[in-house]
């Protein structure tokens, strides 16, 4: 009866972790900032939410859970339909002639800067508030756990 409860459970798993579109290994392990001194934004697979959340490094130590941008993290994590990059695309002004004032995410400067609009087309990295931009891509807004 054991061997055939330990079967099941492995099967259970791996129906889990298909659903779930998740690569196992990597993507499971926690957080880890490891224990250096430095702050090198980098991006980690959150677990409990099911998507890619970026956090500041310190250079040394950690885990595999660690990649340098969020397009790599959700290539590792996600299934391909379930990927959705924004934090690391070019700004894109778009097509049409009015000036809305935005926010767009630069991952070389780890900073949020201004962006204006055009009204359509353009793409996903694009915020209301430099606020809400630094928490969807910043590792310099994550709660410390």
């Given at each position: 009866m054991r061997p055939q409860a330990f079967i099941g459970a492995f099967v259970f798993t791996l129906v889990l972790r298909q659903a779930a579109g998740i690569k196992w290994s990597r993507c499971f392990r926690p957080k880890a900032v490891g224990n250096c001194?430095?702050?090198?934004?980098?991006?980690?697979?959150?677990?409990?939410?099911?998507?890619?959340?970026?956090?500041?490094?310190?250079?040394?130590?950690?885990?595999?859970?660690?990649?340098?941008?969020?397009?790599?993290?959700?290539k590792s994590c996600l299934r391909k339909s379930k990927r959705k990059e924004v934090c690391s695309l070019k700004p894109n002004t778009g097509k049409c002639k009015a000036a809305i004032p935005l926010w767009y995410y630069d991952p070389e400067l780890d900073e949020c800067r201004g962006l204006i609009y055009g009204g359509c087309k353009g793409n996903a990295n694009r915020f209301e508030?430099?606020?809400?931009?630094?928490?969807?891509?910043?590792?310099?807004?994550?709660?410390s756990a």
């Amino acid at each position: 009866m054991r061997p055939q409860a330990f079967i099941g459970a492995f099967v259970f798993t791996l129906v889990l972790r298909q659903a779930a579109g998740i690569k196992w290994s990597r993507c499971f392990r926690p957080k880890a900032v490891g224990n250096c001194q430095n702050k090198v934004p980098v991006w980690y697979y959150d677990f409990w939410s099911f998507r890619c959340k970026g956090f500041l490094y310190s250079g040394c130590g950690g885990n595999s859970n660690r990649f340098p941008t969020e397009e790599e993290c959700q290539k590792s994590c996600l299934r391909k339909s379930k990927r959705k990059e924004v934090c690391s695309l070019k700004p894109n002004t778009g097509k049409c002639k009015a000036a809305i004032p935005l926010w767009y995410y630069d991952p070389e400067l780890d900073e949020c800067r201004g962006l204006i609009y055009g009204g359509c087309k353009g793409n996903a990295n694009r915020f209301e508030t430099c606020l809400k931009c630094m928490k969807r891509c910043s590792g310099k807004f994550l709660f410390s756990a």
